[in-house]
């Protein structure tokens, strides 16, 4: 018995799994795709050719997308004081972990549990700041970071099902050309082996890392009616 429904298996179908779609071919295929009962995220998954056993071949880095990620973040403050009544919120179930400077000897004693979890505050992502105003208010309006797992792979959410072609793709150039500004002095050979888009409940769509130009062009440039078929 397939572990997959009629409907991932339908659109499964329309993929040629052997093709390299263009990004707005990828994105109008996906939206195509029978409708879930909640609003998809959809993601993009990277794999880099980067060796991240050494420290120099490591990616993290932070970005807002144009658009939002269509979630809102619950953040949690470390803080004394007035930066405290700044955060507006305590500790709690949370997707981003902000500290002032004066508070990480604190939190670096939950090092073992926020640490796995990809939500330890840290300098780079301009989660360890005076300024937890504005870093509440970024990490509400969807900043991301994005990091090499052990595999040199990216995983990172561009939106939801729900937004239109244009956000989306719009969404995609801003991550593309973030990968790319922050790629390794030290990488070698090829930089983006593969690139997935997928949604929560759809099949991953093989994109074309190299057709990163001229997108909202491409985009404008098909007709709405149009249908792309494998």
Same mark, same amino acid.
């Given at each position: 018995?397939?572990?997959? +429904?009629?409907?991932?298996? +339908?659109?499964?179908?329309?993929?040629?799994?052997?093709?390299?779609?263009?990004?707005? =071919?990828?994105? $109008?295929?996906?939206?195509?795709?029978?409708?879930?009962?909640?609003?998809?995220?959809?993601?993009?998954?990277?794999?880099?050719?980067?060796?991240?056993?050494?420290?120099?071949?490591?990616?993290?880095? %932070?970005?807002?997308?144009?658009?939002?990620?269509?979630?809102?973040?619950?953040?949690?403050?470390?803080?004394?004081?007035?930066?405290? $009544?700044?955060?507006?919120?305590?500790?709690?179930?949370?997707?981003?972990?902000?500290?002032?400077?004066?508070?990480?000897?604190?939190? +670096?004693?939950?090092?073992?549990?926020?640490?796995? $979890?990809?939500?330890?505050?840290?300098?780079?992502?301009? %989660?360890?700041?005076?300024?937890?105003?504005?870093?509440?208010?970024?990490?509400?309006?969807?900043?991301?970071?994005?990091?090499?797992?052990?595999?040199?792979?990216?995983?990172?959410?561009?939106?939801?099902?729900?937004?239109?072609?244009?956000?989306?793709?719009?969404?995609?150039?801003?991550?593309?050309?973030?990968?790319?500004?922050?790629?390794?002095?030290?990488?070698?050979?090829?930089?983006?082996?593969?690139?997935?888009?997928?949604?929560?409940?759809?099949?991953?769509?093989?994109?074309?890392?190299?057709?990163? $130009?001229?997108?909202?062009?491409?985009?404008?440039? !098909?007709?709405? =009616?149009? !249908?792309?078929?494998?």
């Amino acid at each position: 018995m397939s572990q997959h +429904g009629k409907n991932y298996r +339908g659109a499964r179908a329309q993929i040629d799994r052997e093709q390299l779609y263009s990004p707005a =071919e990828a994105i $109008r295929m996906l939206k195509s795709f029978p409708a879930a009962k909640f609003d998809e995220t959809v993601e993009l998954h990277l794999n880099l050719g980067l060796n991240v056993r050494h420290a120099e071949q490591q990616l993290r880095g %932070t970005l807002m997308l144009p658009h939002g990620t269509g979630r809102e973040s619950r953040v949690a403050v470390f803080a004394e004081g007035e930066k405290a $009544r700044e955060a507006q919120e305590g500790f709690d179930d949370f997707d981003v972990a902000i500290a002032t400077p004066d508070q990480m000897g604190v939190v +670096g004693k939950l090092g073992r549990i926020l640490g796995p $979890r990809g939500k330890m505050p840290n300098p780079k992502t301009g %989660t360890v700041t005076m300024d937890v105003a504005k870093a509440v208010q970024d990490a509400k309006a969807g900043k991301l970071e994005y990091r090499t797992d052990r595999g040199a792979n990216v995983h990172v959410t561009i939106g939801k099902k729900s937004f239109d072609e244009r956000q989306l793709l719009e969404n995609f150039t801003a991550l593309m050309d973030e990968i790319m500004r922050a790629k390794p002095a030290a990488a070698k050979g090829r930089y983006i082996k593969t690139a997935t888009l997928t949604s929560t409940m759809g099949p991953g769509i093989h994109v074309d890392p190299l057709r990163t $130009r001229g997108l909202a062009e491409e985009l404008e440039g !098909a007709p709405a =009616e149009e !249908a792309v078929t494998a």
